[in-house]
């Protein structure tokens, strides 16, 4: 789980510098919308039907996600929380043991969940997802109209994570379909090349639910364990306040990220004092490699604000970022209002429900590389041709 968090680094990379052709939305971290605004999309048709609530909240699971423009809501100092009292709908008191208590009983739930990335404004990408409780995970990733030429009404695509395979449904055209005698076309990706790069890239943490998925598919994709990995590195927690999620109580809190300490926590690297003022990537770490690794990956010494909303029973229901203020943290300075902004928003909803994600049949996966246009070929017209 923790070599995922490499890889949403490095993916957030090259996602933002998609994003940056348009700078029409800028700088500082834009708050989700925490008002419910319509129903949820449906869940992928992998399993029973949601249990919770279907409103939503902030950014939605459509194409056309939005961010708020309302100002970001003021902290509860700990003393006035606890001076509130103890009954139904108090602040808790302490914001670390809150974030501690919500990555505690994680393993062996299955969850259903929604997620958006929006890199400016009309340029925005949803995914709806579930995973079972023996972490099978099933996403159908929609694609905005106007992003294909194929597919000028928008598509959509779908992964699904089983036994520890993956298993790809790219877009594809009718006369793709019919080319391959087929309702619809699955196929499994190719092994990683690289062997040093195999970490990062086989598993893209909150990452993997995104659209780059579908052309760079990863072997693992976890949202609700990579959430936690977020959490359990979490700095200079604080408590927001009480909002509704998708007709939840929870508690919002806000924290800081370490790039440089997640990336160690992915390396398997761990300070020997855990004092808050030893990285993983400092010489005095228990790992002899991780000595001096300071000087070469000290860019990353940077935090990140991050913030998750937690209900009453310690459940996660959602957590959102700005790949803007990790990148301004990076590059310091004043740096914040020229990068746009990218928002990642993900919910998660119906924990425990009756959820089984299973293989496509085994008649729809074929071959890769004859979805990857529109020639197809047998191998004797290959032979013929070359």
């Known amino acids: 789980?923790?070599?995922?968090?490499?890889?949403?680094?490095?993916?957030?990379?090259?996602?933002?510098?998609?994003?940056?052709?348009?700078?029409?939305?800028?700088?500082?971290?834009?708050?989700?919308?925490?008002?419910?605004?319509?129903?949820?999309?449906?869940?992928?048709?992998?399993?029973?039907?949601?249990?919770?609530?279907?409103?939503t909240t902030g950014a939605e699971a459509s194409g056309d996600a939005t961010t708020s423009?309302?100002?970001?809501?003021?902290?509860?100092?700990p003393d006035e929380a606890a001076a509130a009292?103890?009954?139904?709908?108090?602040?808790?008191?302490?914001?670390?043991?809150?974030?501690?208590?919500?990555?505690?009983?994680?393993?062996?739930?299955?969850v259903r969940g929604e997620a958006t990335i929006e890199f400016a404004p009309g340029l925005a990408f949803s995914t709806s997802f579930e995973s079972d409780a023996d972490g099978d995970l099933a996403a159908v990733i929609e694609v905005p109209p106007g992003m294909d030429l194929d597919f000028?009404?928008?598509?959509?695509?779908?992964?699904?994570?089983?036994?520890?395979?993956?298993?790809?449904?790219?877009?594809?055209?009718?006369?793709?379909?019919?080319?391959?005698?087929?309702?619809?076309?699955?196929?499994?990706?190719?092994?990683?090349?690289?062997?040093?790069?195999?970490?990062?890239?086989?598993?893209g943490g909150v990452m993997c639910i995104f659209p780059q998925a579908i052309d760079e598919p990863f072997e693992d994709c976890d949202p609700l364990g990579d959430t936690a990995t977020f959490v359990d590195a979490s700095r200079e927690a604080e408590i927001v306040g009480r909002e509704d999620v998708r007709g939840v109580e929870t508690t919002r809190v806000r924290f800081l990220v370490s790039l440089l300490d997640l990336a160690g926590e992915a390396m398997g690297m761990e300070p020997e004092a855990d004092d808050?003022?030893?990285?993983?990537?400092?010489?005095?770490?228990?790992?002899?490699?991780?000595?001096?690794?300071?000087?070469?990956?000290?860019?990353?010494?940077?935090?990140?604000?991050?913030?998750?909303?937690?209900d009453d029973e310690s459940l996660i229901r959602r957590l959102s970022f700005d790949l803007a203020s990790m990148f301004a943290s990076l590059a310091g300075?004043?740096?914040?209002?020229e990068i746009p902004s990218s928002l990642i928003n993900i919910e998660f909803y119906d924990y425990d429900a009756d959820?089984?994600?299973?293989?496509?049949?085994?008649?729809?996966?074929?071959?890769?590389?004859?979805?990857?246009?529109?020639?197809?070929?047998?191998?004797?017209?290959?032979?013929?041709?070359?």
Do not use: H, K, N
């Not at 009954?87 to 808790?92: D, L, Q, T």
């Open 276 to 310: 808050g003022e030893v990285g993983a990537f400092d010489d005095t770490a228990s790992d002899p490699f991780a000595e001096g690794l300071d000087q070469i990956f000290g860019f990353l010494d940077a935090d990140f604000e991050v913030e998750v909303w937690i």
């Open 69 to 77: 423009t309302e100002a970001p809501a003021e902290s509860v100092d």
């Open 355 to 386: 959820i089984s994600v299973e293989a496509p049949p085994p008649d729809a996966i074929v071959e890769e590389d004859l979805l990857e246009g529109d020639d197809y070929y047998d191998d004797e017209d290959y032979d013929d041709d070359y």
């Open 85 to 110: 009292g103890d009954g139904a709908g108090a602040v808790p008191a302490d914001a670390g043991m809150l974030l501690a208590s919500a990555t505690t009983d994680l393993d062996g739930r299955s």
């Open 152 to 203: 000028p009404a928008g598509a959509e695509a779908e992964m699904r994570y089983v036994d520890g395979v993956a298993y790809v449904r790219p877009p594809a055209t009718e006369e793709t379909l019919s080319e391959l005698g087929v309702d619809e076309a699955w196929f499994v990706p190719g092994p990683i090349g690289d062997p040093l790069m195999a970490p990062m890239q086989s598993a």
């Open 333 to 337: 300075g004043d740096a914040g209002p």
């Open 1 to 55: 789980m923790r070599a995922r968090v490499v890889g949403t680094v490095m993916l957030a990379v090259t996602l933002l510098a998609t994003a940056c052709g348009d700078t029409s939305t800028t700088g500082s971290v834009d708050e989700p919308a925490t008002t419910t605004d319509s129903a949820a999309e449906p869940a992928p048709s992998t399993s029973a039907a949601p249990e919770e609530p279907a409103a």
